[in-house]
């Protein structure tokens, strides 16, 4: 299957989206003063795990648009040689 130049470019640039929100929402979490990621002791909530699966998800999917956009990109650039 080949990839359309737009469609290809909008899947690499979600996975880099998807990179630099999740990166944030991690730091965010890993510094979460309001109690809900952290209990009173300084361990970790269901919140906490619950949020950290999802990010990690995230990342692993946004990882996998991203190499198909980039990969539907330099396969553009190989037909247009």
């Not at 795990?49 to 648009?65: C, E, K, P, R």
């Amino acid at each position: 299957m080949k990839l359309s130049r737009p469609v290809s470019w909008f899947l690499l640039a979600f996975g880099v989206w998807s990179w630099v929100i999740w990166i944030t929402f991690v730091k965010n979490l890993w510094n979460d003063a309001s109690g809900l990621a952290f209990d009173d002791a300084g361990d970790p909530t269901a919140y906490f795990w619950v949020h950290l699966v999802l990010a990690i998800t995230s990342f692993l999917l946004g990882t996998a648009v991203g190499v198909i956009g980039l990969r539907g990109v330099r396969a553009l650039r190989r037909d247009r040689d």
